[in-house]
T-cell receptor, first 115, second 116 residues
């Protein structure tokens, strides 16, 4: 069974500073990996995804993530955060085998931006 | 192309009543998933359906919860005899067939259920 760990419950960064949100997964084969963002009271918006190929993936809103198989990680990064990036961020893993289509989510990291 | 639609957005029920949550997938999507988000937690998978079939219900509570995705109309998540612990946000997601999607799922805005 797959699992996801987001070790940071809450992160505070200054506007304009760089950001890295950590995500570690557990899955026996090559996973499908996702980062979603959730604003308060809203649904989830997909930021980026990894299926195969280039391990550095680019997403929307200036975000990127790097898949590191040796570390079982898929950390999310942004070089310069904006106040509008304040939200909850969820990492998720999907299985690559047929018959197991569910996504398993981490518990999320809440991002606060200070001026 | 409209996204995933859920209604109602907010639902208040008293203990013992029934809650019905509806989900209309994106056009062309034949796979629907339901997730539950308890306060201060991540999303937990409940059930995966295709038209007229339940594919995976490994995350559904054994009692009081049921889901369907009929040939016509939206998917329905039904909670009978609600209890306070059912208060949560319920999200629906949809996807096109697997070989196109690689598990990518598109989420609706959620239904926030409050049980008094």
């Amino acid at each position: 069974a797959q699992s996801v760990t987001q070790p940071d419950i809450h992160i505070t960064v200054s506007e304009g500073a760089s950001l890295e949100l950590r995500c570690n997964y557990s899955y026996g084969a090559t996973p499908y990996l996702f980062w979603y963002v959730q604003s308060p009271g809203q649904g989830l918006q997909l930021l980026l995804k990894y299926f195969s190929g280039d391990t550095l993936v680019q997403g929307i809103k200036g975000f990127e993530a790097e898949f590191k198989r040796s570390q079982s990680s898929f950390n999310l990064r942004k070089p310069s955060v904006h106040w509008s990036d304040a939200a909850e961020y969820f990492c998720a893993v999907g299985a690559s085998n047929f018959g197991n289509e569910k996504l398993t989510f981490g518990t999320g990291t809440r991002l606060t931006i200070i001026p | 192309n409209a996204g995933v639609m859920q209604n109602p957005r907010h639902l208040v029920r008293r203990r013992g009543q029934e809650a019905r949550l509806r989900c209309s997938p994106m056009k062309g999507h034949s796979h629907v998933y339901w997730y539950r988000q308890l306060p201060e937690e991540g999303l937990k998978f409940m059930v995966y359906l295709q038209k007229e079939n339940i594919i995976d219900e490994s995350g559904m509570p054994k009692e009081r919860f049921s889901a369907e995705f009929p040939k016509e109309g939206p998917s329905i998540l039904r909670i009978q005899q609600v209890v306070r612990g059912d208060s949560a946000a319920y999200f629906c997601a949809s996807s096109p067939p697997r070989r196109e999607a690689h598990n990518e799922q598109f989420f609706g805005p959620g239904t926030r259920l409050t049980v008094l």
